[in-house]
């Protein structure tokens, strides 16, 4: 198999060399561990340049245990989590969330992978009845499974009626650049402004080696966090190196520039596979990923030159994902490759 570049996932891409160069730099001497640190305290400074004060900051080594962290921080076992059909919670963290949780996930119908209020409040039924789990958090994916992204106006409505429900609001961040870049607004704006309570913010899709945080903004609801971060094995030892590379991300507008050429690349190649003969794009190109039908007789071949995934093999949906260091000429190249295949 070729491994040059690929469009099966942000994850195949590898490091931003400012993201290794911060690494580097950091592996001076001595310093204190599990982010007693200046590298830690600094990359904290700039989240709250991004965020305000007064947040809570965790950093974590993946994206699963940073949603894990926030959704146990969050919940007791008999409440549950509603989330999109798609979420990552619900599918592809091996259960993660439910068991270190003991919560019940409960998915809801989306539409280009977005829900909204109309499908939160289905399940706001048998309240207070102790045979039935208790909705408490709503999790929200931001930009979506689906490489779309919820609006200010969306968020705000969905985080409004939580709060008068009794419920709370996490955001799966793991492409939350991609989502800023896409609406053109500052990460506060649409998160903590709106009434997001905590937010997984992802690095490693765009350009980081490894490293996420859990970020809260009411310190009352993380008042636990730290014991189940450690009990949940992600508190780092040598925080460091996962903090350095934060610096690195957030000092220089990194996750801008990359996020954006992640997005755009997304938007050329929509632009050169939309009218191919045999192809059906199904999603909005919001962020940095393409859901497309494709003949499904090509799909080998195809993927030998340059891998990517069938998300959904009935119907024979494969999903494009664009990095940081997607290039132009990568983007033409694989789009004549497609229709080479195709013979169109
Ligand atoms: C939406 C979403 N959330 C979270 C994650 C984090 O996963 P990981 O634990 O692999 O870092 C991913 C990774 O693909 C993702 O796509």
Redesign the pocket.
Known sequence: MNYKKSFASD?NSGVHPEILKAIEAANVGHTFAYGNDKYTSKAKELLEAYFGNNIDVYFMF???GA?VLALKTLTRSWQSILCSEYA?IYE?ECGAPEKNTGSKLIPLKTEQGKFGIQQIAQHLTWLNDEHRVQPRVVSI?QST?FATVYTVDEIKAICDFCHANNLLVHM?G??IANAAVSLGVSFKEFTRDLGVDVVSFGG?KNGMMMGEAVIFFNPELSAEAKYYRKQNMQLNSKMRFVSAQFIAYLENDLWKRNATQANQMAQLLYQKVKDIPGIQVLNQVQSNGIFAIIPKEITPALQQEYFFYVFNEHYNVVRWMCSFDTTEEDVLNFAAAIRKHIGA
């Open positions: 994850n993946n994206g699963t949603n990552h592809d994916t499974e799966d793991a492409r490693t």
